[in-house]
Structures are given as C-alpha cells and as structure tokens.
Nanobody, 127 residues
Framework: QVQLVESGGGSVQAGGSLRLSCAAS????????MGWFRQAPGKEREGVAT????????AYADSVKGRFTISQDNAKDTVYLQIDSLKPEDTAMYYC????????????????????WGQGTQVTVSS
C-alpha cells in the first residue's frame, strides 16, 4: 500500500511561486509513475505534470508548460512540483498520485488511471 502526503500549498499573489511536496511511503516498486493533478471547484480533475520514477522522464499539460516543474528526490521518496509565475486560474486543490503501471503517454495524464492518491493541498492565487 502506498501512502502519499502533500504539503506546500498556500495563498499567494499572482506572479508568485510555490513548491509543493509529495512524500511517499510504502509500496516500494508500486510507484512506476507519479503525477500532480489539480481540481478547481466545479471542474474535472486535470493532470498537470507526470514523472516516470525510473528514468525521470516528465510531461506537462500545455496550460502549465514553462511555469511548472516536476522533480523527484529518490533518497527522500519525495516528488516536487515547482510552480512559478502563478496565475489566478491556477487556484485549485492539488493532488499527488501514483500508479504501479508504466502508464502510456496518453493515459498518464488521466486521473482515472491512477491507483494511489494523497489528500491534496490547496493553492489559492489572488490577483
């Protein structure tokens, strides 16, 4: 069983930065891929960044390219999401997710394919 705990959210002004952390425990070998998703009120959960944990290959949603950076520290079993140039439309609950399968290029940004989820951390951006 994999446990994921997010932290680092908060309230910031537009143009600011945040670094979200996702600490993983348990289920060694069950985290082939990890991803960050976000969900704003009334909207579907959106995949924003993913990383294959074996080779560090990353992918981003078009809406966040150039502003979001996903990274990992394998020694700490932690995945990070650096968010720069924050915009009010980035306001959402941000979730960390993991799956033991090597999800395809298409499926890895789909929330329904992920097995393990954290509780989320809120990011609020004011203009």
């Amino acid at each position: 069983q994999v446990q994921l705990v997010e932290s680092g959210g908060g309230s910031v002004q537009a143009g600011g930065s945040l670094r979200l952390s996702c600490a993983a425990s348990g289920g060694i070998g069950s985290r082939e891929i990890m991803g960050w998703f976000r969900q704003a009120p009334g909207k579907e959960r959106e995949g924003v960044a993913t990383i294959y944990t074996d080779n560090g290959l990353t992918a981003y949603a078009d809406s966040v390219k150039g502003r979001f950076t996903i990274s990992q520290d394998n020694a700490k079993d932690t995945v990070y999401l650096q968010i720069d140039s924050l915009k009010p439309e980035d306001t959402a609950m941000y979730y960390c997710a993991a799956d033991p399968r090597r999800l395809s290029w298409w499926s890895r940004r789909k929330a329904s394919y992920y097995t393990y989820w954290g509780q989320g951390t809120q990011v609020t951006v004011s203009s």
